[in-house]
């Protein structure tokens, strides 16, 4: 009847008398949707969302309950099912459900988290960008959102790290729970266990009533562990546990707590190195590895820079109750000659500042005021710089490849136009060109 139902509304239906049947199409072949009833002959309907989220957890599971299982499909709300519909069934309710689960995961196949207008629908906040490394970077996001993976963001401070992990959360079936955060540098290590874990009451001195730690908020949510690298070893080994057997006891309790909790953890330090110093637990750092998402620094997606300038000018203008400032081509090119080593953040102070200090229509150059004008992505010139020869064979080599970064900035800047160039770099024209043919510029 329902087969039939479905099929009258558009659907290509397939059926499975038994729970080893649908199993077995199951893992065969992938279908948009599976719609499972709860008790079923040989396998149980949990035991086929089980495998449907084996098999591909970007799948919509809907479960149909009779009176008296809604324990059941609690349970495997938790598990991941898209929802459940009660028996007897409406109809017109179950093509809602359906519609929407799969008109939900085309969206998310699509690499829908960077398109402003699923942003709004979600609830995620701006994630610009759409150089080649933030296209993968959204995709894994996508792909692992819906699951109850753990998730470990790596990247350099201010690359979106915590941006990222709120999108995680509002792209998974838990958005309408709480995602918690936890930033594990700025609890002192005697206090990070009873903010995760809580604590009963009269547990120490000043316990005077039972508190509920953070794992137990985000219940049926998410916890984000910021700055995981953070954590002192002493509760390292109690996170695993909650991470694997999904169960704790609070400070000075006996009582064990069962949690739903799904973890996305953070940080800016190379975790394998902490390892090696004994500063993290080899395990827990193997389970939070499970689906690693590394962020890349700014500097190494150039072509980001322009579109979230532009995108901070306008955000800033408008705050600030600023006419539509425009950026000036040199600005921009200032920026993306830049190496930004406080990323997206400093990216978007920069930008905030420029829009504060410009009195014109128009952001220059000198608005932008780097914090670190030194350090321009040729900082790092010393690690490509042949070593060999004296000290001022060295020194020469050096400040050629300096002289050519600077004159070619300076000529940028300028749009070329070399009297100017060679006004600023404060050397004669004559010299500027014999400097521009002598480092191949032109
Ligand atoms: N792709 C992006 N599009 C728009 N805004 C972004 C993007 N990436 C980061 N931001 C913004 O940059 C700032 C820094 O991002 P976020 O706090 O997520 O970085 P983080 O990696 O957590 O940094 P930290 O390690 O310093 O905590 C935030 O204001 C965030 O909104
Ligand atoms: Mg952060």
Known sequence: MLSTAIKRAGYQVDEAADGNIAAEKIRK????????????????GLEILKIQKETD?????????????????????????????PKPIDISHLLLLINRAVEQRRLMLENILLREEFQRAYGIPKIIGDSAAIQ?????????????????????????KEVFSRAIHQLSPRRDKPFVTVNCAAIPHTLI?????????????????????????????????DEIGELHLSVQAKVLRVIEEQSFERIGGLETIRVATRVVAATNRNLQDLVAKKEFREDLFFRLSVFPIHIPPLRERISDVRLLAQFFVEKFSKDLHRQSLQLSPEAAGALEQYSWPGNVRE??????????????????????????QGRKRSEDFVHFLDLSGSLSDVSN????????????????????NKTQAAETLNVSYKTLLNKVKEYELE
């Open 29 to 44: 072949q992938p279908y948009q949707l599976v719609i499972t009833d709860l008790r079923l002959p040989t396998l149980s």
């Open 57 to 85: 957890a970007t799948i919509p599971v809907l479960l149909m309950t009779a009176f008296g299982t809604i324990e059941e499909a609690v349970e495997a709300m938790k598990q991941g099912a898209f929802d459940f519909v």
């Open 136 to 160: 993968t970077v959204s995709q894994s996001i996508q792909r692992v959102a819906p699951t109850d993976a753990t998730v470990l963001l790596t990247g350099e401070s201010g690359t979106g």
């Open 193 to 225: 266990e009873n903010e995760l874990f809580g604590h009963e009451k009269g547990s120490y001195t000043g316990a005077f009533s039972r508190k509920a730690g953070k794992f137990e908020l985000a219940d049926l949510g998410t916890i984000f562990l």
């Open 347 to 372: 990216l978007q102070n920069t930008i905030e500042r420029a829009v504060i200090l410009s009195d014109g229509k128009t952001i220059r150059p000198e608005d932008l005021n780097f914090a670190f």
């Open 397 to 416: 080599r050096a400040a050629c490849v300096a002289e050519k970064a600077k004159i070619k900035q300076v000529l940028d800047l300028s749009n070329w």
